[in-house]
């Protein structure tokens, strides 16, 4: 477990999770829902995340191990539910 923090307080995190406090803590406070997010919008999320990890890491911001998990995946090619190419 690792202890992340924000200006509400301490949250514990499983070591083995990618996301930080602000999704674990949204996970604890939002019902999960039967809707679905357009796959377009998740491609787009993900190119914007992955341009966030490279320009962050560039600058030395954001340290080699944090940024080679955006990196391990292809983003450009993901195929997810319901598209239809």
Do not use: H
């Amino acid at each position: 477990m690792r202890i992340e923090k924000d200006t509400i307080g301490e949250v514990a995190i499983p070591d083995e999770k990618l996301y930080g406090i602000n999704t674990k803590r949204a996970e604890e406070n939002f019902p999960s829902s039967s809707e679905y997010v357009n796959s377009n919008l998740i491609k787009a999320y993900l190119q914007v995340k992955f341009a966030d990890t490279n320009t962050n890491y560039g600058i030395n911001i954001l340290p080699k191990e944090r940024a080679s998990y955006g990196r391990k995946t292809n983003l450009f090619n993901i195929k997810l539910d319901g598209d239809s190419k």
